[in-house]
């Protein structure tokens, strides 16, 4: 019978990180450096956004083009970086809109496009060499996959469905692949503060405990104060029934 995957160390790991020129997935690529992974592959669109991550670490990173929307790009982007054993797939869209706004419908569309068929393109593309190398995929699902809220209804939407797509996941690629689905609630970033939010939470934070939890073998995270509460009334669901 398959069993779950013991742990995995980013020492000397080969690295694939989507949204990496920003907030979280800076974050991730910096502790991933620190903690000894050989190489990280910043996926970016804007292939210019990742000058100062070059200058800083030099030959220990390399930017790489990304299309979350295109299955062809995708592959492309697999075979030129075929030697990916950690894929985390950080980047996102989140809008603030409720169900009744007359744009829900394209604003979910388009949340739905990154969020969700963005991380089963990416998941489709990798998946041959992450298997072959009993490697790990991160997943940023965020609070919102959890517990919706009216004024972000197309956000949470997404956010629940690719949670959903990542146990689904974790599942087909028990003993093969080591999933991790990260919760964060409101951090220290851009995108937080272009939402109206507020947070005392940094992304090194964040980055620090997805390290230690691929190290650990969870399957969820949840790094920060505002997720640690809702959890504290959703971990014994998610052990019984969605670790199960």
């Excluded at 980013?10 to 990180?17: D, F, I, W």
């Excluded at 190398?133 to 919102?144: M, P, T, Y």
């Excluded at 996941?169 to 220290?188: E, M, T």
Aim: hydrophobic residues 45%.
């Amino acid at each position: 019978m398959a069993t779950e995957p013991q742990g995995f160390s980013v020492a000397g790991k080969v690295a694939l990180v989507t949204g990496a020129n920003r907030g979280i997935g800076k974050a991730i690529v910096e502790a991933l450096v620190s903690h000894g992974a050989a190489k990280v592959y910043l996926a970016v669109r804007d292939v210019h956004s990742t000058a100062a991550l070059e200058q800083r670490f030099g030959v220990k990173v390399q930017t790489v083009a990304l299309d979350l929307a295109s299955e062809s790009a995708l592959a492309q982007l697999a075979c030129q970086c075929h030697d990916v054993e950690l894929l985390v797939n950080n980047a996102g869209v989140a809008q603030t809109c409720g169900v009744l706004a007359e744009d829900m419908i394209a604003t979910l569309q388009r949340q739905m496009e990154v969020n969700v068929y963005g991380l089963i393109r990416m998941a489709q593309a990798f998946a041959p060499q992450l298997q072959a190398c009993s490697g790990a995929l991160v997943q940023l699902n965020s609070v919102a996959s959890l517990r919706s809220n009216d004024r972000f209804a197309s956000y949470c939407a997404s956010k629940a469905a690719s949670y959903s797509v990542t146990q689904a996941l974790r599942k087909q690629w028990l003993g093969k692949v080591q999933l991790l689905s990260v919760h964060p609630g409101p951090i220290a970033t851009d995108m937080v503060g272009d939402l109206g939010l507020t947070s005392q939470v940094s992304p090194s934070d964040v980055a620090e405990q997805i390290i230690a939890a691929l190290h650990t073998g969870q399957f969820h995270l949840y790094p920060d104060p505002f997720s640690q509460s809702l959890a504290s009334h959703y971990h014994g669901y998610a052990q019984a029934v969605v670790e199960a």
